[in-house]
């Protein structure tokens, strides 16, 4: 009752509909602020909170008359106040794309619902840190995924108009089977991409290190977090070195494979937990690969909370199309190999964003209904 008499529409209507425009641009401008540290702080684990805001050069604390959204950016030259240090575009970008995301909110379903309007600006806020730490990091941390799911049931049963439902019931019936819908299909696409792209071959350049850490597997370039390459019990690592180094042993011109469990060395075997790390000398590795990472499952299903299983399907096949033409285009432009790693979040996310502004017709014209 509270929230629909927040909403009511007469009470927003005393206003200019303009009045309101420059209200969720301000709010927008606000949000994105916050997103700049959700996106600097998630992949590192660090808190939301605390710190405040401080120059990432000199550590001064910013106070609130030089931290203001958009303005203060532009104000100083992207420059810190204290030091002069140079803060990065981003800030001014995703501030700025934040205040538009969430004024075409306002104007496109302003008209009918101030709540279906600012809903709408809080789910593409999740898409649009999704998308840049993704895109980053290869990661989609389970605050946005997970946390997307619990914010997407419960925006479905304040605003029923998110599914296009009557009651706040029906909504949730549709909440519960986008979310069931979107995180099994991905789900669905990992294991069968598993089944039949399930190896890939990095070649290396001779005599590189490779260390296998607690978590992750560290290349020279990037790390690759055991939880995505050895999804599944039987995925293995296999490659041949030219020396393995260990806490107190050392082989050389060996076969190595590596599980979730154990560590196999030529003949001697080790459970994985009891290793501290060790190293490799190798020119070549062979990974399970993944076509899809566990992220972009629960990303899905946080997608099918907020917008029901018909945006699924119409963001499944769009992402998928998309991916496939940007891909390529890499590829053919040598910006891209095919054996280089793509996030596939951005392109969930751009599909999801689509949906919230033009989704349902394109559907029903792409199924020819």
Not at 59 to 75: K, Q, Y
Not at 126 to 154: M, N, R, Y
């Amino acid at each position: 009752m509270l929230a629909a008499d927040l909403f009511d529409a007469q009470s927003w209507g005393l206003l200019p509909f303009h009045f309101w425009s420059v209200v969720f641009f301000c709010l927008g401008a606000i949000v994105g602020s916050f997103l700049n540290v959700c996106i600097h702080r998630l992949p590192r684990d660090e808190s939301l909170l605390r710190p405040g805001s401080h120059c990432p050069h000199c550590g001064r604390a910013i106070p609130w008359r030089l931290n203001l959204p958009i303005v203060s950016w532009l104000g100083l030259r992207g420059r810190c106040a204290f030091c002069g240090g140079a803060i990065t575009v981003r800030y001014f970008v995703v501030e700025m794309l934040t205040a538009l995301l969430f004024l075409a909110c306002w104007l496109a379903f302003g008209h009918d619902s101030a709540a279906l309007a600012l809903v709408n600006g809080v789910a593409l806020s999740g898409l649009l840190v999704a998308t840049l730490i993704d895109w980053e990091h290869f990661i989609i941390p389970d605050q946005i995924t997970i946390g997307g799911v619990a914010a997407g049931v419960l925006a479905s049963f304040l605003v029923p108009a998110l599914h296009r439902a009557g009651t706040p019931v029906e909504a949730l019936q549709r909440s519960f089977l986008g979310a069931v819908v979107g995180g099994g299909l991905i789900y669905s696409v990992v294991r069968l991409g598993k089944l039949l792209f399930g190896r890939h071959a990095v070649v290396l350049a001779p005599g590189t290190t490779v260390y296998f850490a607690e978590a992750s597997l560290v290349l020279p370039d990037h790390e690759l977090p055991y939880e995505e390459v050895l999804y599944r019990r039987h995925d293995t690592i296999r490659l041949t070195a030219h020396t393995v180094e260990m806490a107190d042993r050392c082989y050389r011109d060996v076969a190595v494979a590596v599980t979730r469990e154990r560590v196999t060395v030529g003949t001697d075997e080790f459970a994985f937990g009891e290793l501290a790390g060790f190293e490799v000398v190798t020119d070549r590795l062979v990974l399970p690969r993944e076509v899809m990472g566990q992220g972009d499952v629960k990303f899905m299903a946080a997608i099918g909370a907020f917008f029901g299983w018909e945006a699924v399907v119409f963001i499944l096949m769009a992402s998928a199309l998309v991916g496939s033409v940007v891909g390529l285009t890499l590829i053919a432009l040598r910006r891209h190999t095919r054996s280089a790693p793509m996030p596939y979040g951005p392109f969930i996310a751009g599909a999801a964003a689509l949906w919230v502004f033009a989704g349902p017709p394109i559907l029903h014209w792409w199924l020819g209904r």
